[in-house]
Each structure stands twice: as structure tokens, then as C-alpha cells.
């Protein structure tokens, strides 16, 4: 069941983005088995299966987290146990998306390009956006099948989200950080639509549909703007102000100045005590 919905989404996505090569499958006792390629000009990528913690889509299983690289045969963060596939297929740059649900891979998207370089924003945000889609029907499948399997059978379907908030929160964060560099109107316009899905999975109340108004809840005086919204967002599910400056193409010292501002506002000394200030309030997921 998986492998076929990540089949058709991958394949969808891969006529729509115009990636030189997508590729990806269901994770299966946990290895990634590649079932779908599209674009391929060679067999190289036929029986891939990828392990924890090899190549770049390895570490992407094992961080639940987007992986990329500009220049997948001279790259050194990454182990090289597959380049006889990857660079076989003449692939450069590559981004590996994992589909995650409940903290763990299900699933990988892979979109790779033949010159050394990026694969692009649209191909990155759409990629993201399929993978958060498919891991939220993952969820429900499973809740049905739990609930299906009477009391005995775990959690109902009305605790499946809460399980799952993390996976929403991270999605979520991710899917502003990509937004944010992007300046096609209709792209943009797709990309909130799957933001307001997302946020209200992850029980946020404030308005995410205008990126010129400020995150507000109509019971909280708090108010958040758009940048304070997304560096405390990306702070939320953990990552450093270095790694949040990455993200969002800011400086350092402006990401310490959003959580600062973001932290006074809310009344908190700490960037923990500020995410658990802004959460009740519906100002992040």
C-alpha cells in the first residue's frame, strides 16, 4: 500500500517539476527499497536499496530530516557506498526527502540533477510538500487500522495527530524555511495552502495565509511577525540559530535578534520557555 502511493506521488511529481531524475520507495525493514524512477537515461538506479547512515539519503533516514548536496561524488559528509548508482546515473546535485511519520522514515523521495549545483526551489518545495502529504496519509491509514483492531489494537484515530506532531511541526517548519526563498505568486499560493493544512494539524490558531500580517491569535495580545514566527518555528523542533540563519538566509546575529524580540514579547528567558509560551496561544504548530 506504501509503496504505491509513494509510486503515483513520485511519479506525479516528477512530470510536474520537470526534475531530471526522481527516484525513491517505501522503506522496508528499514532500508530504503527504490521502486520508482523517472528520468533515468541509464539501469544504474534499478535495485537500489539504501541503509541507514549511507549516502546521503542513509543519513536522511536516520535524522528524519531533508538531506541535500550540491555535489554528491566530491562530497565528504556523506559515505560514498553508492556511487556506482548515483553517479552512474550522472547525478550531481541530490536532495533526499524522507516521509516521516510518528519519528520514523517511511519513506524516501529522491530528486537529482545533472549539474553540479541545487535542484532547484520548486522541485525542493514540492518535494517537501508530497512528502508531508503522504506521511499524513500514512497516519490515517494506520489509525484505522488500529482503530479497526479494537481497544486492544493501540491508539484510536482521534490520538494519531498527537502522535504525529513532531512529524507536522518539523514538516511545517521546513515547508516556511523553503516558502520564504521562493518568489513565483502560484507556487507561493500552493505552498500556504499547505502550510494552513499543516498548521492546523499542529493545533496552531493564528492566520498563516498573508505573510505581511503578523501570527495572531484572536484571544492571545501576543503577536508574532512573519520572521519571529519562523525562527521560533525552526527553533521549536530544535535547530540551532546557525542552522536556522542557513535556512532562512539570514545572518547569525538577526536570528538571535528575532528570538529575542520573539522571547520579550512572550515574556520568557529561555527560547524553551518562549515555545511553550507560544503554543498555548496558537502561534506556532
Do not use: C
Not at 142 to 166: I, M, N, Q
Not at 204 to 210: P, T
Amino acid at each position: 500500500m506504501e509503496t504505491s502511493l509513494i509510486d503515483s506521488a513520485l511519479t506525479k511529481l516528477a512530470s510536474v517539476s520537470g526534475i531530471p531524475v526522481a527516484f525513491g520507495g517505501a522503506t522496508v525493514d528499514g532500508v530504503v527499497a527504490v521502486t520508482t524512477i523517472a528520468g533515468a537515461r541509464t539501469t544504474a538506479l534499478n535495485g537500489l536499496s539504501v541503509s541507514p547512515r549511507r549516502g546521503l539519503g542513509g543519513q536522511a533516514l536516520i535524522d528524519a530530516r531533508p538531506h541535500a548536496t550540491s555535489d554528491y561524488g566530491a562530497s565528504r559528509r556523506i559515505t560514498h557506498d553508492y556511487d556506482r548508482h548515483i553517479l552512474g546515473e550522472g547525478i550531481a546535485a541530490l536532495l533526499a526527502v524522507p516521509i516521516v511519520v510518528a519519528g520514523r522514515t517511511r519513506g524516501m523521495i529522491y530528486g537529482g540533477s545533472r549539474a553540479p549545483g541545487t535542484v532547484g526551489d520548486r522541485f525542493a518545495a514540492s518535494a517537501v510538500a508530497v512528502a508531508a502529504r503522504l506521511a499524513h496519509q500514512f497516519a490515517e491509514r494506520d489509525a484505522r487500522e488500529r482503530s479497526s483492531a479494537g481497544p486492544l489494537g493501540g491508539p484510536t484515530a482521534a490520538t494519531v495527530p498527537a502522535s504525529s506532531l513532531e512529524d507536522v511541526r518539523l514538516a511545517y517548519a521546513e515547508l516556511r524555511s523553503i516558502s520564504g526563498t521562493i518568489d513565483d505568486p502560484a507556487l507561493r499560493a500552493r505552498l500556504s495552502s499547505v502550510e494552513r493544512r499543516l498548521a492546523a494539524l499542529g493545533g496552531m490558531a493564528g492566520d498563516v495565509s498573508d505573510d505581511r500580517l503578523p501570527i495572531r491569535h484572536a484571544d492571545s495580545a501576543v503577536s508574532l511577525s512573519r520572521r519571529e514566527h519562523d525562527v521560533l518555528g525552526l527553533a521549536a523542533v530544535g535547530l540551532t540559530n546557525a542552522d536556522i540563519a542557513v535556512r532562512l538566509g539570514l545572518r547569525e546575529s538577526t536570528v538571535k535578534s528575532y528570538l529575542a524580540s520573539a522571547m520579550t514579547k512572550l515574556d520568557a528567558s529561555t527560547r524553551l520557555q518562549a515555545v511553550s509560551a507560544a503554543r498555548p496561544r496558537g502561534l506556532i504548530p
